[in-house]
C-alpha cells in the first residue's frame, strides 16, 4: 500500500511540474498546426477530412510521467473552423505508449456539430465513459475516405514515426484549461 501511495505522490509532483512550465498559448497553438502538419504528410487527404470537421481537438506532444507504471499528460488546442477555440489537458495511465517512444501526438476530431456540441457540454471527458473515439490505424485509413467510417469522433495516434497501431485513447481524461 505503501508503495502504491509513494508512486502517486510521484505521478503528481511529476504533472504538477509539467503544469508549471506549460507551453504559452501561442507555443501550444504552433505546436498543435505543426502536429496536423505532420499528421497531413503521413496520411493523404486527411487535410481535407479535417477541414470538413465540426472540430479539431490537438494534443501535440503527449509525454510519459514517471517510471514504470506511471501515466501521461499533454495539453492541447480545440480547432473550431481551423481557429484556436478553447484548450484542454489531457491524462491517463501509460498503456498505449511505447517504450521507445518519448511522445506521442493524438487528434481527435468530432466529426459532427452535435458530437462537438455534446464534447463541449461536459465538464471532463473521460473516453470510454462519456463517449467513444474511433481510432484510425493506417491500414483503416482508406474507409474515412470511402464512407466505410462514419463515426461521429475519429481519433488519430502517431509519433514521429507515423501513426501508431494497437493503442487506444480509452480511459484517458480531457478536462477544460481556463487560458
Given amino acids: 500500500m505503501r ?3 509513494q508512486t502517486g505522490l510521484v505521478i503528481c509532483l511529476a504533472m ?3 503544469v508549471s512550465r506549460a507551453d504559452s498559448v501561442e507555443e501550444l497553438n504552433a505546436k498543435a498546426l505543426n502536429a496536423l502538419d505532420f499528421l497531413s504528410g503521413q496520411v493523404e487527404g486527411v487535410e481535407v477530412y479535417l477541414s470538413n470537421a465540426a472540430g479539431v481537438l490537438v494534443f501535440p506532444n503527449i509525454v510519459k510521467v514517471g517510471f514504470g507504471s506511471g ?3 499533454g ?7 481551423q481557429k484556436p477555440d478553447a484548450y484542454y489537458s489531457r491524462a491517463g495511465a501509460t498503456f498505449g505508449l511505447q517504450l521507445r517512444t518519448p511522445f506521442k501526438s493524438e487528434v481527435i476530431v468530432f466529426v459532427t456539430e ?3 456540441a455534446e464534447f463541449r457540454q461536459r465538464r471532463g471527458f473521460e473516453v470510454g465513459i462519456d463517449g467513444s473515439v474511433a481510432l484510425v490505424t493506417m491500414e483503416a485509413v482508406a474507409t474515412l475516405f470511402t464512407g466505410q467510417m462514419n463515426d ?4 488519430f ?5 507515423g501513426l ?3 493503442l487506444s485513447l480509452e480511459g484517458a481524461k480531457i478536462t477544460k484549461l481556463a487560458r
Fill in 3 to 5: 508503495l502504491i501511495s
Fill in 16 to 18: 504538477l511540474s509539467l
Fill in 71 to 73: 501515466g501521461q499528460y
Fill in 75 to 81: 495539453e492541447g488546442v480545440l480547432l473550431v473552423e
Fill in 114 to 116: 452535435q458530437a462537438l
Fill in 152 to 155: 461521429p469522433v475519429v481519433g
Fill in 157 to 161: 495516434i502517431f509519433s514521429n514515426e
Fill in 164 to 166: 501508431m497501431s494497437n
